[in-house]
T-cell receptor
């Protein structure tokens, strides 16, 4: 059965810390991996990764995919309170359905 | 770019009534739209996938006669919760997957802001 596992489930850090969120997957016919940020409303898109070893970067956020070891990490440097959210990882297979992880709840304290 | 709107943002209704939720892609054409439900502190649960001009594909355990989905155009899909009951109270979110182009990838789903449904 296809699955996406995120760790940790929950994380509390102080402003300025760097965090690394993990997403491992077992999905048949992998096509791409996506990261989303969900605050109080619906998820907002962060990154889509399809190739191993190529880092995607947006400001203080970056992400990389390892298709051999079947995982991805999302890094956030110099965290701010506005980074507090649930970070969701999803994997798309060739049948176009997204398989979602349970998310990592990040709380950044001032 | 790649904006998805949802209407209404919240609705309260009496048990037994039907509620329609609209999902629109504002600046791109969405060949496929997805409807999710999310309960508090849980992850997104895919309910159904709809392709423009054809019948929706429902996930196992989702009643197609209760959750009616219509995807009449490349920019609009609707979800109607028929004869709603309190257990249908949830956060309903649509997402749109578009045609490949400058703003969108066929793999990326863009989410609407969600509709919070409360059934009394």
């Amino acid at each position: 059965e296809d699955k996406v596992v995120q760790s940790p489930l929950s994380l509390v850090v102080h402003e300025g810390d760097t965090v690394t969120l993990n997403c491992s997957y077992e999905v048949t016919n992998f096509r791409s991996l996506l990261w989303y940020k969900q605050e109080k409303k619906a998820p907002t898109f962060l990154f889509m990764l399809t190739s191993s070893g190529i880092e995607k970067k947006s400001g203080r956020l970056s992400s990389i995919l390892d298709k051999k070891e079947l995982f991805s990490i999302l890094n956030i440097t110099a965290t701010q309170t506005g980074d507090s959210a649930v970070y969701l990882c999803a994997v798309k297979a060739n049948n176009r359905k997204l398989i979602w992880g349970l998310g990592t709840s990040l709380a950044v304290n001032p | 770019g790649a904006v998805v709107s949802q209407h209404p943002s919240w609705v309260i209704c009496k048990s037994g009534t039907s509620v329609k939720i609209e999902c629109r892609s504002l600046d791109f054409q969405a060949t496929t739209m997805f409807w999710y439900r999310q309960f508090p502190k849980q992850s997104l649960m895919l309910m159904a996938t709809s392709n423009e001009g054809s019948k929706a594909t429902y996930e196992q355990g989702v009643e197609k006669d209760k959750f009616l989905i219509n995807h009449a155009s490349l920019t609009l899909s609707t979800l109607t919760v028929t004869s709603a009951h309190p257990e249908d109270s949830s956060f309903y979110i649509c997402s749109a997957g578009g045609l490949a182009g400058e703003l969108t990838s066929t793999d990326t789903q863009y989410f609407g802001p969600g509709t919070r449904l409360t059934v009394l």
